[in-house]
Nanobody, 125 residues
Framework: QVQLEESGGGLVQAGGSLRLSCAAS????????MGWFRQAPGKEREFVSA????????FYADSAKGRFTISRDNGKNTMYLQMNTLKPEDTAVYYC??????????????????WGQGTQVTVSS
């Protein structure tokens, strides 16, 4: 089993920045793909970004391109999401996810096996 714990959420003004972290524990050697998803009130969970292996391949939703940067430090078993130029529409609970699969559609939440509890990000206008 793998346990994931997010941190770094909070309240920020529009245009500001936050860095989310996702710390993995347990059978971390089995993790290959990791990703970030978010869910706003009344909306479905949506893909934000994903990273494969040691970070050589990254994926972004159109809404995140140019503003968010995903990275991971396998030595620390931690994934990060640097979010810049935040907008009120970025307000959501952000979840990290992980899987041992090496071949998947990284934007599909159903393909991830492990999930964190989420961290709230609120962007005020």
């Amino acid at each position: 089993q793998v346990q994931l714990e997010e941190s770094g959420g909070g309240l920020v003004q529009a245009g500001g920045s936050l860095r989310l972290s996702c710390a993995a524990s347990g059978r971390t050697f089995s993790i290959y793909f990791m990703g970030w998803f978010r869910q706003a009130p009344g909306k479905e969970r949506e893909f934000v970004s994903a990273i494969a292996g040691s970070g050589g391949r990254t994926f972004y939703a159109d809404s995140a391109k140019g503003r968010f940067t995903i990275s991971r430090d396998n030595g620390k078993n931690t994934m990060y999401l640097q979010m810049n130029t935040l907008k009120p529409e970025d307000t959501a609970v952000y979840y990290c996810a992980a899987t041992s699969r090496t071949y998947l559609i990284p934007t599909e939440s159903a393909t991830y096996d492990y999930w964190g509890q989420g961290t709230q990000v609120t962007v005020s206008s």
